[in-house]
Structures are given as structure tokens and as C-alpha cells.
């Protein structure tokens, strides 16, 4: 006799993670959970960091196949700054962006990693890009990834909102993390958050205790 | 999704769009007072409630008052656990009784317990975040009814599943008040 799954709550095949980029007004926020697991069954990393420098204004989250992603962002950083030397000048976000989605296109038969993008150039100021599963690349005010994304969906579309000020993404992305936490069982751990903008890079770590809490059944 | 607040229940659901028939009222009777919200197959959820409805009016008649909430969720359960393997259907009911006021009861693949509110269908993934971060007790009327209101249309413009119409029905001591909101007619946010 066939089961049937009444939920159709996975989309696509991401291993455990949250992971969001949120533009506000003069910079951008990029965070994600710090739970490794393996199968679901066991969390092979409490406090593993997914929010990888690529450059110095350029952050990146990795989601889906952390091996898979560590190496893609091993070889983008190479291509990135190689480019960077050339054009003589900092990358824009643009351009990592699209070498990331050139590795994940070219080789999406073996390849199974997503990414966010987010950082700060001087021709378009701050911007968060999305490099799907497949090797597709948009750009998006908001955007969030991973398998505890699907639970957030909801709240992002509720909270976010354009032109915040940076306590206020802050404090949307905090909350939308330890959401996602709390009912993702494969996402967890702490939360860490960086924030970019013209100014610099300030890094943000929230440990699980200090996470709000939220109404719980 | 269905939520709890001083004094009543207060559900919503989310109208799916499918080839048969564009416009389903899954919110059923069972009682009075007593609703329950249908999701996933449309018809092992709609058996069960009119099988649930039948059995509760003999036991109303034997107990001589309206029945409890929790004794229309235990009749849910009782079938849901019996075909736990046949059946894909998961019912929420929620009611107001004398004793014990509002009240929600999760009921899936057998499972009875009391909550605060409840989600579910294929839609409710998508707003777990934004109703736990939300929801809080002691809401009135209005608040808990905007509070479904917004996560409904949070839900169906995400899901592909859900959409149309969305069925809101209240009941308090009072009363029951069903009332339908269109499509065009639900809150929007941020859309990019």
C-alpha cells in the first residue's frame, strides 16, 4: 500500500541549513545557521560558519552539499581575486556572483550547492544575488535559502521591508533565523550574522541562549 | 490553520484551486459549535467528517447537551488512528463549549492534542515562522481574526497548492459566524 505525503514542504534537495541575505538602507545583511548534519539523524557540527569571505566587501552562504560548496567557493575566491588583479580594481558583487553560477551551471550534473551573494560595491552600492541549485543567478532585495527557508517564507514576506535601517535588519534577520531554527530540526545551533557596507564588515554572532524567543506550543 | 482566543476559536482555511472544483468550503460542521478544517485528500477528509458528524449527534442525544470539543477530536482521532494507514487526511477541529471555552485539537495520523492554534495543508510549511513569531494569548475577536486573515494570504502566495477564496469562520459563546474573504480582497506584503 503507497504512503502519500500530504506535505509538500521540501523544494528541491537542500541538506540542512538557513540561510538569508536582507538589503537595508546603506549596506546588507547575510546570516545562516550553524548546524552540520548528516542524514538528518546526526549533527556532525554545532558551529560550523557558512557566511564565507570571498573578497572584502563580498560575502557568500553556501547551502546544500556543504562539501560541494566548500570547494566551489574555494575555486571562486581563486577566480575572484585573479579578476579583481586584472580589472585593478575591488570585484563587483555582480562578479561573483556569476563566476559562483558559472562552476554551479557548468557542472550541475555533479554539483549539488546553492549560494547567496551579498556584499557592497561602489557602482551599485549593496546587493544580494541568489545562485540556485541548477546555476541560475537573480538578484533580490530579500532572499532566503536552505531547508529551514521553507518554514520563513511567510515572515520574510510579512516583515521585510524595503530601506530598513541596519538595527532593524538586524534584528529581522535575528528573528527570522531563530524561526527557522525552531522548526527546522536540521538547522541550529547559532546564529551568525555580517553586516556590510561602505564602511566596513562587522561580524555578528547571536549563540543559541541569547536567540529571542518566540510563542511556543 | 485555526487559532485560539479568549473565549473562542477562530479557523481559517485556504481554498485550493484544482481541476474538479475551484471553489471547496473545507471548513465542515461537525456540531454547533464544532468545526472541523479539512486538508489532503479531499475525500478520506470529507468522509471522516461526515462519518464524525453522524457519531456525534448519537452521542449528543446519549449525553443529552452539546458535546465537547474534545469529544468531536476524539472521534476524529479515533478514525484517523483506526486507518492510519489507508487514510492522508489531516483534520483540525475547533469549537467553543461550555466547559472549557475555545479550544483547537491537532489530530493527525491519530495524534490528539490540545494547542493554542494550529496549522496545516500543504500551505502551512511556508508560515510556521511567521505564526510562531505572532501569534500570542490573549488576543480578542478582531486581532485573532486578522491574525488568520494575514496568515492565510502569506500562505497562498506562496503555495502553489492554495489560493482562491479564504473561509473564516468564528464561534464563541454566542455564536458561529462564517464569513468568506476574496481573493482580491486579502492583505498584501512585500512582493518582489
Known amino acids: 500500500m503507497e504512503k502519500h505525503c500530504t506535505d509538500s514542504r521540501v523544494k528541491g534537495v537542500s541538506t540542512g541549513t538557513t540561510i538569508l541575505a536582507a538589503i537595508f538602507d546603506g549596506g546588507v545583511v547575510i546570516g545562516s545557521d550553524s548546524r552540520a548534519s548528516m542524514g538528518g539523524e546526526y549533527v556532525s557540527s554545532k558551529t560550523i560558519n557558512k557566511v564565507i569571505q570571498v573578497h572584502d566587501r563580498i560575502f557568500c552562504c553556501m547551502a546544500g552539499s556543504l562539501a560541494d560548496a566548500q570547494a566551489v567557493i574555494k575555486s571562486a575566491k581563486f577566480h575572484l581575486s585573479f579578476h579583481s588583479v586584472q580589472m585593478e580594481s575591488p570585484p563587483q558583487v555582480i562578479a561573483a556572483a556569476s563566476v559562483l553560477k558559472d562552476l554551479c551551471y557548468k557542472n550541475k550534473d555533479e554539483l549539488q550547492a546553492g549560494f547567496l551573494t551579498a556584499g557592497w560595491d561602489k557602482k551599485n552600492g549593496p546587493q544580494v544575488y541568489v545562485v540556485s541549485l541548477g546555476g541560475m543567478l537573480i538578484s533580490q532585495q530579500v532572499t532566503i535559502g536552505g531547508s529551514g527557508s521553507t518554514y520563513i517564507y511567510g515572515y520574510v514576506d510579512a516583515k521585510y521591508k524595503p530601506n530598513m535601517t541596519k538595527e532593524e535588519c538586524l534584528q529581522f534577520a535575528t528573528n527570522a533565523l531563530a524561526l527557522a531554527m525552531g522548526r527546522d530540526n536540521v538547522s541550529g545551533g547559532v546564529a551568525h550574522l555580517v553586516v556590510i557596507t561602505e564602511k566596513g564588515v562587522e561580524h555578528v554572532v547571536v549563540p543559541g541562549d541569547k536567540l529571542p524567543k518566540f510563542h511556543d506550543e | ?192
Open chain 2, 1 to 192: 490553520n485555526v487559532k485560539e482566543f479568549c473565549g473562542s476559536a477562530v479557523r481559517g482555511i485556504i481554498n485550493v484551486e484544482t481541476v474538479v472544483n475551484r471553489v471547496m468550503n473545507k471548513l465542515s460542521p461537525l456540531h454547533d459549535k464544532i468545526y472541523c478544517a479539512l486538508s489532503g485528500s479531499a475525500a478520506d477528509a470529507q468522509t471522516i467528517a461526515e462519518i464524525v458528524n453522524y457519531q456525534l449527534d448519537v452521542h449528543s442525544i446519549e449525553v443529552g447537551e452539546d458535546p465537547q470539543v474534545r469529544s468531536a477530536a476524539t472521534l476524529v482521532r479515533n478514525i484517523s488512528y483506526k486507518y492510519r494507514e489507508e487514510l492522508s487526511a489531516h483534520l483540525i477541529v475547533a469549537g467553543w463549549d461550555r466547559r472549557n471555552g475555545g479550544q483547537v485539537f491537532a489530530t493527525m495520523k491519530g495524534l490528539l492534542t490540545r494547542q493554542p492554534f494550529a496549522v496545516g495543508g500543504s500551505g502551512s510549511s511556508y508560515v510556521y515562522g511567521f505564526v510562531d513569531a505572532e501569534y500570542c494569548r490573549g488576543m480578542n475577536k478582531q486581532e485573532c481574526q486578522q491574525f488568520v486573515v494575514n496568515t492565510l494570504s502569506l500562505a497562498m502566495n506562496r503555495d502553489g497548492s492554495s489560493g482562491g477564496v479564504a473561509y473564516i469562520v468564528t464561534i464563541d459563546e454566542h455564536g458561529t459566524e462564517e464569513k468568506v474573504i476574496l481573493g482580491n480582497q486579502l492583505p498584501t506584503f512585500f512582493d518582489q
